[in-house]
């Protein structure tokens, strides 16, 4: 499976609090995603990134950030966390040439609550 | 955009039972991939198919992309078959589009 770790698994943390994830590769893919997953959403793209310092938003990226300043590492923040973001988060990589023929690979995800 | 719709919703089968998941999508895509996601919520990819037949074990898909629709066919299902399955295109850059998925169950 490609190399993708996702961290922390698991967080708790109160209204109002900010909170970074982070997902760091091992593959050298250009391309990084984040996704929530959420009951009777599947999942939705928050917002990806395309190479070093370029990102773009996904369909759901209010209330969130992220950053990318080295290939391996992708991070999302939320700079002040309402309970409507509480949820799982995913990262995914691609090799990412445009319309190349490559999947997308999911790390294991992150449960986040916020209360 | 693009619509993903999966059917059916729910399935429970007994073990050894075959099934068909389907996977219908209203506009043209470029690419198309099958997920499992299992009781503790790791997503594993099933398939890579744009178009046409693949098979993996007791897994196949087809992809009939001019028609906008694919198929998952299970065989001999096993309790590990259990979980979600999620279909995922590919529309415009680089962005998947998830669809609700199918949730299956197993039974010994």
């Known amino acids: 499976d490609a190399g993708i770790t996702q961290s922390p698994r698991h967080k708790v943390t109160e209204t109002g609090t900010p909170v970074t994830l982070r997902c760091h590769q091992t593959?050298?893919?250009?391309?990084m995603y984040w996704y929530r997953q959420d009951p009777g959403h599947g999942l939705r793209l928050i917002h990806y990134s395309y190479g070093v310092k370029d990102t773009d938003k996904g369909e759901v990226s209010d209330g969130y950030s992220v950053s990318r300043s080295k290939t391996e590492d992708f991070l999302l923040t939320l700079e002040s966390a309402t309970s409507s973001q509480t949820s799982v988060y995913f990262c995914?990589?691609?090799?990412?040439?445009?319309?190349?023929?490559?999947?997308?690979?999911f790390g294991d995800g992150t449960r986040l609550s916020i209360l | 955009g693009i619509q993903v719709e999966q059917s059916p919703p729910d399935l429970i089968l007994q073990e050894g039972a075959n099934s068909t998941l389907r996977c219908n999508f209203s506009?043209?895509?470029?690419?198309l991939q099958w997920f499992h996601q299992n009781p503790w919520g790791q997503l594993i990819n099933l398939f890579y198919i744009p178009s046409g037949t693949k098979q993996n074990g007791r897994l196949s898909a087809t992809t009939v992309a001019t028609e906008r629709y694919s198929l998952l066919y299970i065989s001999s299902s096993q309790t590990t078959d259990s979980g979600v399955y999620f279909c995922a295109v590919r529309a415009g850059f680089q962005k998947l589009v998830f669809g609700t998925g199918t949730r299956l169950l197993v039974s010994p």
């Open positions: 593959e050298n893919h250009r391309y």
């Open positions: 995914a990589i691609s090799p990412g040439q445009f319309y190349s023929n490559q999947p997308q690979h």
């Open positions: 506009d043209s895509v470029n690419n």
